[in-house]
């Protein structure tokens, strides 16, 4: 997880939403110490679960939170890369077939791009 985008997109939420550190800590169950350590000049990171909450309570995914999801739900595969909604359904769907079935599909799709 890159921590400056970590806390570059909390504090924006944080400041849209006028939410103190104090007011985090006290909503998630957090600890202020912890949250003022990530915002630190010796910065640590945060614990999946700390993230988790934070998430939860600010109605953000955490992909969103570290980074990896766009404001409008794309998930960002590298810089300016994105997934359409279309492709993360398939891969959604593709990711709940069996390992002989993805390979089906990888073959039928490959037989597809050959024409």
Known sequence: MDR????????????ENNLTQKQLSEYTGIPASSIASWFGKQSSSPSIEAVNKIADYLNVTIDYLIGRESEDGRIIIEEREYLTNSERELLAKYRQLSLKKQSMVLGYVSALSDN
């Open 4 to 15: 400056q985008v970590f806390n570059s997109n909390l504090k924006r939420i944080m400041r």
